[in-house]
């Protein structure tokens, strides 16, 4: 189905989002692939939300998959966080709906990339996942069956919980058997999990493995720490995560200590100067 077709039915079924949310009457997809790259975009009550990607690769420069990204504006076209999409909503149902909003809009943008230069020409796309978030207040609003009305949006696109990876944060996650009970429920139904910003100091791998995670990611703050004292927790912290099966997806080394990028399996963020992203593709970086 041509994506025109599936954007349309998309925006005539909205509540298949979330039933009950408001914001299905204030929400809408637009689509003019005569735009290029930013042929995708949304509308959420008086916000305008541009997604664009990020490219997820190996250490040789392979892409292997893409980090859904969005830059949010409001009406005066002034730069708004994502957090503020969540911070005045208080129903359950429209926690839900936004968050399902945002990761069909990624998908579609994704779709419409595959499709499009410079990225319709890289081979081995069968290979590439598109990471994408699952905002905490979206595990704790959905009671039960995880994932499984994201499945079905994924099915009208043509794709699948293997092609999607879901990304937790471990601060909401660690502590609390809902959620828990979520990402069980993610794995089962075939999404692939990375949990993010992971402790160094208490990463909780044993609960990591019995929750079905693939990919973990540390803890930012810690990670960057100028602290000669402290770098023997990272090299540990990457060993502990292989030997327990787990693959490490990092940002970027902490200063001081690039070649730890060497032990990583992933790379998600290039310096500034370098950041991949559909619209700045470096010149036929081979697949991967």
């Avoid at 041509?2 to 689509?31: D, K, Q, W």
């Avoid at 945002?102 to 069968?126: E, G, K, N, S």
Wanted: proline letters at 6%; charged letters at 20%.
């Amino acid at each position: 189905m041509p994506l025109t077709s599936v954007v349309a039915y998309f925006n005539r079924h909205l509540e298949s989002f979330s039933p009950a949310s408001r914001l299905r009457h204030e929400a809408g997809i637009h689509y003019d692939p005569q735009q290029g790259e930013r042929a995708l975009s949304a509308h959420l009550d008086h916000l305008v939300l541009v997604p664009d990607l990020r490219a997820i690769t190996t250490l040789a420069g392979n892409i292997i998959g893409w980090e859904g990204a969005l830059s949010i504006h409001d009406r005066h076209a002034r730069p708004v966080r994502r957090e503020a999409l969540y911070r005045h909503v208080r129903d359950d149902e429209d926690i839900v709906f936004i968050d399902r909003f945002l990761r069909v809009l990624h998908a579609l943008h994704y779709l419409h990339c595959l499709a499009t230069p410079p990225l319709d020409v890289v081979p081995d796309q069968a290979r590439w996942q598109l990471m994408l978030d699952v905002h905490w207040r979206h595990l704790r609003a959905v009671h039960e069956a995880h994932g499984e009305v994201f499945e079905a949006l994924l099915q009208r696109l043509g794709l699948s919980t293997g092609q999607v990876v879901l990304r937790l944060q471990a601060s909401t996650l660690i502590d609390d058997a809902h959620a828990h009970a979520a990402a069980r429920s993610f794995a089962a139904r075939g999404y692939t999990l990375l949990v993010d910003h992971l402790s160094i100091e208490a990463p909780c791998w044993a609960l990591m493995n019995a929750l079905g995670v693939h990919w973990v990611s540390p803890e930012v703050n810690a990670w960057r720490t100028r602290e000669p004292a402290r770098w023997v927790h990272h090299d540990q912290w990457i060993s502990e995560a292989h030997r327990h099966g787990l693959k490490v997806l990092l940002r970027r080394a902490p200063e001081g200590r690039e070649g730890l990028i060497t032990r990583a399996d992933a790379l998600l963020e290039a310096p500034p100067e370098e950041t991949l992203t559909a619209t700045a593709l470096p010149g036929q970086a081979p697949g991967g």
